[in-house]
């Protein structure tokens, strides 16, 4: 069973072992290097508990953590509806290419409606792929795959409001 869990403060060293892990698996993509205690460190960590419009989520399967999401609110549009973005999205190895992260991506959206952008960075092909076989099938193929002069590289755009 897959089950996605907020993520309370304090859980918050959890969270941030989870990030060194991603951090990592990303720094074929990415880069950044590690600091002088080994370590990424995920600057925007505090802001979770701390900003309006962030949202921190474990994904477990079968009760076991498997990966997180982190989703914020980045504004809204002229007709006033929430425009939501995953800030950063995790699935370790052992759990991947097995639906699991389809299934954590849906119950993400499910419980933000409105407007959402999920950007992938230019090199990251594997994310990429994923996003848009996701969106494709969550949207029944009714997205938008845009550029954004701020980002390097695809966004997938579209709105579940009615959805």
């Known amino acids: ?78 007709h006033s509806q929430p425009i939501y973005s995953v800030a950063e999205f995790f699935i370790m190895k052992k759990y991947r290419k097995r639906g699991i992260g389809i299934i954590a991506s849906y119950e993400i959206f499910n419980q933000f409606r409105g407007i959402w952008k999920v950007a992938q960075i230019e090199n990251n092909i594997p994310a990429q792929i994923f996003w848009r076989k996701a969106i494709e099938r969550y949207t029944s193929n009714n997205f938008q795959e845009v550029r954004e002069d701020e980002w390097d590289g695809p966004i997938q755009t579209f709105s579940n409001a009615t959805h």
Do not use: C
């Open 1 to 78: 069973m897959i089950t996605i869990q907020i993520v309370g403060y304090d859980n918050k060293s959890t969270l941030r072992n989870l990030l060194e892990l991603y951090r990592y698996d990303f720094s074929e993509f990415d880069p950044e290097d590690v600091n002088e205690n080994g370590l990424y460190d995920y600057m925007y960590l505090d802001h979770y508990w701390t900003d309006e419009g962030r949202y921190p989520f474990f994904i477990r399967v079968d009760g076991k953590l498997a990966g997180f999401a982190l989703v914020r609110m980045i504004g809204t549009n002229e």
